[in-house]
């Protein structure tokens, strides 16, 4: 049981840096394919949406999987709160 909650724990943390890299690797390509500055696109919500997810799951995974002391694993699980009440202030702003 242990190893598997383990896993599950680690692969968040994994799964959200994984989204924070493809986002900026998206908009790094569109940046050269525009002539754009990255600058500018950082500035938009196809950047902010999968960037604060990628920071939520992180924030949870490291959490629920890396932390030895309870006031640590209180403080990563209240940052990944913040970047979900971020991320759904945007969804609902822009409803």
């Not at 799951?57 to 640590?72: A, I, P």
């Amino acid at each position: 049981m242990n190893g598997w909650y383990l896993v599950a724990a680690n692969g968040l943390w994994i799964a959200g840096l994984s989204v924070i890299v493809a986002a900026f690797s998206y908009h790094d390509w569109i940046a050269r394919e525009t002539g754009r500055r990255r600058r500018d696109l950082f500035k938009q919500r196809s950047w902010h949406q999968p960037q604060q997810l990628g920071m939520c799951l992180t924030c949870v995974g490291w959490g629920l999987s890396q932390t030895t002391r309870r006031w640590e694993t209180i403080l990563w699980l209240a940052l990944g709160i913040w970047f979900a009440s971020r991320l759904r202030r945007a969804d609902v702003e822009r409803q």
